[in-house]
């Protein structure tokens, strides 16, 4: 297992002084392209903190601080006595901006959204779009799609406590909260592309005939992130009168990770590459471009 975790390190690259971020963060990074790649398996020890600190000429304390990162995501554990673990399982749940970060530092970027809104999408992408605006992170490529249902068509969800019945009225204002979010994601990678900071950058949103139950994400080809919207009962104004409304809570979704490896035969590999035939066959098909 020594040898093997020293073969590991042996491969992963040390800090570049020419990075603005603080060494934690780098090493941050490294583990957990290691850990992603699988060149530590699930459950695999990691090297100790001593080792880590003299492979990249930093603190102990540094290190410990990049094992938090690592732990905060979920993809390791800490053992009192023991040290920090791989996890065991590959789908978890997780928080997407950190894993939508760390992929803008690849030279071809794609970022592929199913959900009801893209609120949450708006939120995560920002960061790493003002650091391409900063020339802290200059890819060749980037792609964003945003698939939502079509507001100009009944609902089955969300739909009036009262009846189950489709509101026009919620669709209306939903109209707007798409709007509001897909549009801001659109602009702002496409006006990326017209400063010339990205070669090609190019951002689109489409509408289908279909309500979604749950949101996905599919970055960079190679991991899925996936999650139920639940139904809860939410009162909102609609034309000025409180009405009751089965709605479909995005902030209460948990987001499940997968992630593609070497061998397209594992459930992660063949999740991802399941994800991408749905959301290309919606994309191609009867999905239309949003009217705005």
Do not use: C
Not at 19 to 33: F, G
Request: aromatic share 8%; hydrophobic share 40%.
């Amino acid at each position: 297992m020594l040898r093997a975790a020293r073969r590991t390190l042996s491969g992963m690259d040390g800090l570049d002084p020419d990075d603005p971020r603080p060494p934690y963060q780098q090493i941050a990074n490294a583990l957990r392209a290691a850990i992603l790649t699988r060149k530590f398996e699930p459950g695999e020890k990691l090297p100790s903190g001593t080792v880590l600190a003299k492979r990249y000429g930093v603190a102990r304390m540094t290190v410990q601080q990049a094992i938090r990162v690592l732990r905060d995501e979920g993809l390791i554990v800490s053992r009192q006595g023991s040290g920090a673990y791989v996890r065991e399982r590959t789908e978890r749940p997780v928080g997407l901006r950190p894993h939508l970060e760390r992929a803008f530092e690849a030279p071809s970027i794609s970022v592929d959204f199913a959900g009801f809104s893209g609120e949450t999408l708006h939120g995560a992408i920002a960061e790493p779009l003002d650091k391409i605006r900063a020339g802290r992170l200059r890819p060749e490529t980037l792609s964003v799609r945003l698939l939502v249902p079509d507001p100009d068509i009944p609902w089955s969800l969300p739909a009036r406590v009262e009846d189950l019945a489709d509101s026009p009225a919620f669709r209306a204002r939903a109209r707007g909260i798409m709007a509001r979010h897909t549009e801001a994601v659109v602009d702002a990678v496409n006006e990326i592309g017209e400063l010339g900071l990205v070669e090609n950058a190019r951002a689109e949103v489409r509408v289908y005939p279909a309500v979604p139950l749950f949101k996905l994400y599919l970055i960079n080809d190679s991991e899925a992130f996936f999650g139920y919207y639940p139904v809860q009962e939410h009162t909102v104004k609609l034309d000025d009168t409180p009405t009751p409304i089965w709605d479909l809570m995005g902030k209460d979704t948990v987001l499940f990770h997968h992630s593609a490896t070497d061998d397209e035969d594992t459930m992660a590999s063949q999740y991802v590459r399941q994800s991408r035939m749905w959301f290309d066959s919606l994309w191609t098909t009867v999905a239309r471009e949003l009217t705005r």
